[in-house]
């Protein structure tokens, strides 16, 4: 499948790109900047945590007071 997509820098629409191929990376044909597309990029889950729940800590629970 092909995308068209805007370069963040200059704003020219790249047309019929291979973005799975590339992880959403390409270089725009007109200012050759290199940037990757929001759709493609791998986010980073972050665990959160509450000072009312317990933490794992290794083999055993570690209780916050």
Not at 6 to 25: D, H, Q
Request: positive net charge; glycine residues 6%; aromatic residues 10%.
């Amino acid at each position: 499948m092909t995308y068209d997509v805007a370069c963040p820098v200059c704003g020219r629409i790249n047309r019929s790109l291979y973005l799975e191929e590339t992880e959403g990376w390409m270089e725009c044909e007109c200012c050759g900047n290199s940037s990757q597309d929001r759709n493609f990029r791998k986010r980073a889950k972050i665990p959160v945590f509450r000072k009312d729940q317990k933490k794992r800590t290794g083999m055993y629970l570690a209780v916050e007071t």
